[in-house]
């Protein structure tokens, strides 16, 4: 069994920082890509950004304000999360790809943790 939990969440004003982690734990042989998704009020779950051992990649709409990175030795991803704006509001949700054996690949998801950016 693996879990993943989540933190860093919470209330912020527009142009404010956060921090979110997602630590993985439990049956874990080897992490592979790492990412976070989020999922704002009445819309559909949008990619964030990934990480993987090629680097890391951002969508649009947030590219030169978030930066992700992972610990290895910790298998945690994290999201900072800079010059925050209202329309960043959302459940932010982290999702790893991961092997629990040398031949078993699976995915998870966090718990997801809110972000509310407002004045």
């Known amino acids: 069994q693996v879990q993943l939990v989540e933190s860093g969440g919470g209330l912020v004003q527009p142009g404010g920082s956060l921090k979110l982690s997602c630590a993985a734990s439990?049956?874990?042989?080897?992490?592979?890509?790492m990412a976070w998704y989020r999922q704002a009020p009445a819309k559909q779950r949008e990619w964030v950004a990934g990480i993987t051992s090629d680097g890391t990649n951002y969508a649009g709409s947030v590219q030169g304000r978030f930066t992700i990175s992972r610990d290895y030795a910790k298998s945690t991803v994290y999201l900072q999360m800079n010059s925050l704006k209202p329309e960043d509001t959302a459940v932010y949700y982290c999702?790893?790809?991961?092997?629990?054996?040398?031949?078993?690949?699976?995915?998870?998801w966090g718990q997801g943790t809110l972000v509310t950016v407002s004045s």
């Open positions: 439990g049956s874990i042989f080897r992490v592979d890509g």
């Open positions: 999702n790893v790809n991961l092997w629990t054996t040398p031949f078993h690949r699976e995915e998870y």
